[in-house]
């Protein structure tokens, strides 16, 4: 934008200093060559008058009597005699010729320059005063002023293209800012405001920015109060389900219980965390095989009590994922809860992370019957077991955060696979 109000700026300042430089410079050099010819015509009218007041003083013509009368002429000038005589240097020409058939003044454009010539009447004949007017006397100082008028329109050119360029960047500036904070609103900072400066309308789109973003964190901070408040909520029924399993008797079964309870209590507290967290104030990555061991040990339990083999392959490589370990954590969730959802009791899976050529890749596999036929499991709401269809909805957003994407197939020894791909953001 800034660029754009310069060149448009440039060209047509460029257009307004052509249309008046160039008449300008055509009516600097028709004045430069009317002064010519009129200093020209003033000199033959002086030395013609003189011409007439030496005849009064002498009997004949004569062109040495007559010189010494006349004195120095001015440059230029010169007198022709009826008789050829010659005082200067101009020679007899056409226009010479002319004035003195027609004893009238007459001027003209001759090779090299331009003459005038004034005819004196005398009994012997005319004598013709005649001056010229050479081509570079024709032009003298045009030279200079079309330098100094090409200087002065590069000057006005350059004066406005650098107002241009500081009045774009007082436009531009406020945009810039506003695009500058709107990434960083996109990414999450909903602190971010915008200084209400510039034109009245950038003005006002800045101020309505601010109305947005406050406006979003407030719906943000509500939305995170009621999400803590019902996480909160699930603490009380907890508790009175953990009073009553350590009422039961001493068995493997009452400690499997209150191990699953305290796992359960250590989600929801971390739940609650989460949400009454600023986005600013959680972690921005997290190791993918560190997230997924943790989350296994939860799902071990459950799988274990529906005699469901697991099998887990982690990579010993670091496997870095640009998101906040609750959002990997939920997408773990997603992909282990979609095999326990959709496939009987029993049904082995294995947990794969591993690292890729993009970035770091989870692999949930089952051997359960797969997807069923004409029915897209990545389709947001579409699910083929009755569910909502939300859940891998979520991982695929999940992953296209970071640049990644999610994949859902069905294998050829049986089951179904989705595998995701973290990118690198």
């Known amino acids: 934008m800034r660029r754009r109000f310069v060149l448009v700026s440039a060209a047509v300042t460029s257009l307004v200093v052509i249309a008046f430089t160039v008449p300008l410079a055509l009516l600097v050099r028709h ?73 009238r003044a007459v001027a003209d454009e001759v090779d090299g320059g331009w003459q005038v010539a004034l005819p004196v009447v005398t009994r012997e004949g005319p004598i013709v005063v005649t001056a010229f007017v050479t081509d570079d006397q024709l032009r003298s100082g045009v030279a200079t002023a079309w330098v100094f008028l090409a200087l002065l329109g590069l000057g006005m050119i350059v004066a406005a293209v650098l107002v241009a360029d500081r009045l774009g960047t007082s436009l531009v500036r406020p945009v810039t800012r506003l695009a500058t904070a709107a990434r960083r609103l996109g990414a999450g900072d909903l602190q971010v405001r915008v200084p209400l400066e510039g034109p009245v309308e950038i003005e006002e789109v800045a101020r309505s920015f601010n109305w947005l973003a406050r406006r979003l964190d407030d719906l943000l901070a509500a939305e995170r109060e009621s999400v803590a408040d019902l996480s909160h909520r699930l603490r009380t029924p907890l508790t009175a389900l953990r009073l009553r399993v350590e009422r039961l008797e001493a068995s493997p079964e009452r400690e499997s219980l209150l191990a699953q309870l305290d796992r359960l209590q250590r989600q929801v507290d971390l739940l609650i965390e989460e949400a009454r967290s600023r986005p600013d104030d959680r972690p921005a990555s997290c190791d993918l095989g560190t997230v997924v061991r943790d989350r296994i040990a939860f799902w071990a339990v459950a799988a274990e009590d529906q005699d469901r083999a697991l099998e887990v392959k982690i990579t010993d490589d670091p496997t870095p994922v640009p998101l906040p370990p609750g959002d990997v954590a939920a997408a773990v969730d997603a992909l282990v809860g979609n095999v326990f959802a959709h496939t009987p009791p029993g049904t082995g899976f294995t947990v794969k992370v591993d690292r890729g050529a993009g970035g770091a890749v989870l692999e949930v596999a089952d051997e359960g019957p797969g997807f069923p036929d004409g029915v897209d499991p990545l389709r947001r709401g579409e699910s083929g077991a009755g569910s909502t269809g939300l859940g891998l909805d979520i991982v695929a957003r999940t992953a296209a955060r970071t640049g990644g994407h999610l994949d859902a197939e069905n294998r050829p020894e049986g089951g179904a696979v989705l595998r995701v791909v973290f990118g690198k953001d």
Not at 38 to 61: F, N, P, W, Y
Not at 75 to 94: H, T, W
């Open 31 to 103: 004045q430069a060559e009317t002064r010519a010819r009129v200093a020209a015509e003033r000199d033959i009218q002086e030395v013609g008058s003189l011409v007439a007041l030496a005849l009064a003083q002498v009997d004949r013509l004569d062109v040495d009597v007559l010189a010494d009368l006349l004195g120095p002429l001015p440059p230029g000038v010169s007198v022709i005699l009826p008789d050829g005589g010659l005082i200067g240097s101009a020679l007899p020409s056409a226009v010479t010729r002319l004035a003195a058939d027609e004893q």
